[in-house]
């Protein structure tokens, strides 16, 4: 490591903001500095940061001053958000994780995404979406030959008015029969088990994939830390993953979780929803399968299901009465 010299040195500067036009008290007390933070938090010209930064300065003091927190408590806190960025990468989101078992991302995500009529509900993102999926043509698959038991997706895109949407662009990826995804892997050389289509003229889509499988989210880390001193399981029911986007329509993400699988119920980010639990059909018939593109013939599990996307004028009205039901 090279020396830095010290005429290389300039002196230390400020952010450019100047002091505050109010005088503050000296913080002796405890209740003199959450005051003195909340005053100063008034500053924030924009006005959603001033409100979402009070509200937050004022829940994160609250909780220090309810749990009687320790210094060696808080250090710990701050150890462990430090390891859980430290840990994430390009291809590993364990920030997203952490959310994800807190169940704050399925929270943001019911409150932006409330139902309407008979749209199609929306499900947690998860960790493993990747911007790097191979586009595939209809009835193509995601999945390379060997990754898992043979499955076929299928339906339309709709309006809510019954209506086919032609064109909509839309992302799906999976486990593979081992519960991984292709980002877990170290020899990863592609995308696999992930692709991205586009809905034909009649709203019809339509792929190849596996049969995804239940698998429990990385515990190597610090979330699988947290999990286990909370005494809870890492497991995640087994579902495919679909997010369709459609010019003038609030963008869909979402997931399908087969019936039967015993870890519904509990999902450890709370991404099941009962709308989007959904049968398998099991189709034993070899021309049928090959017929499909299944090089290897034999049965394959039929996954039917109609995608309903809400126009950004309908989410913006239903956003605009979930947030008056929320103020009553």
């Not at 830390?225 to 890492?234: D, P, Q, S, V, W």
Request: charged share 25%; glycine share 8%; with cysteine.
């Amino acid at each position: 490591m090279s020396e830095r010299k010290s005429t290389d040195v300039h002196a230390a500067v400020s952010n450019g903001n100047p002091p505050p036009d109010f005088e503050l008290p000296y913080p002796d007390r405890p209740e003199v500095i959450t005051a003195n933070m909340l005053k100063l938090v008034e500053q924030t010209k924009d006005p959603r940061n001033r409100f979402v930064f009070k509200v937050l300065i004022k829940h994160l003091h609250q909780f220090v001053n309810e749990t009687d927190l320790t210094t060696d408590e808080w250090m710990s806190a701050i150890l462990f958000l430090t390891r859980v960025g430290q840990t994430s990468t390009a291809l590993r989101q364990e920030m997203i994780l952490l959310s994800d078992v807190l169940g704050v991302s399925a929270l943001v995500d019911s409150l932006n995404n409330p139902v309407v009529g008979g749209a199609t509900e929306n499900s947690v993102l998860g960790p493993f979406f990747t911007e790097d999926a191979a586009d595939v043509e209809l009835g193509d698959s995601i999945a390379s030959e060997g990754k898992g038991d043979y499955m076929y997706v299928e339906g339309r895109i709709l309006t809510t008015k019954g209506e086919p949407i032609p064109d909509a662009i839309i992302d799906t990826w999976e486990t593979d029969a081992n519960g991984y995804y292709d980002t877990q892997y170290t020899d990863r050389a592609h995308p696999d088990c992930r692709g991205r289509l586009r809905s034909a003229k009649d709203g019809r889509y339509g792929y190849r994939a596996v049969v995804p499988v239940s698998y429990p989210i990385p515990g190597d880390g610090p979330v699988g830390e947290f999990l286990r001193a909370m005494g809870r399981h890492n497991m995640r029911p087994n579902h495919l993953h679909m997010m369709v986007e459609a010019p003038g329509f609030n963008k869909l993400t979402t997931a399908f979780y087969p019936e039967g699988d015993k870890w519904l119920s509990s999902d450890c980010v709370f991404g099941v929803k009962k709308s989007l639990v959904v049968s398998l059909k099991e189709i034993n018939d070899d021309d049928e399968a090959r017929k499909r593109g299944f090089p290897k013939g034999g049965s394959f599990k039929l996954l039917s299901y109609d995608l309903v996307l809400v126009t950004e004028e309908e989410h913006r009205i239903s956003r605009m009465h979930m947030d008056e039901e929320l103020e009553e």
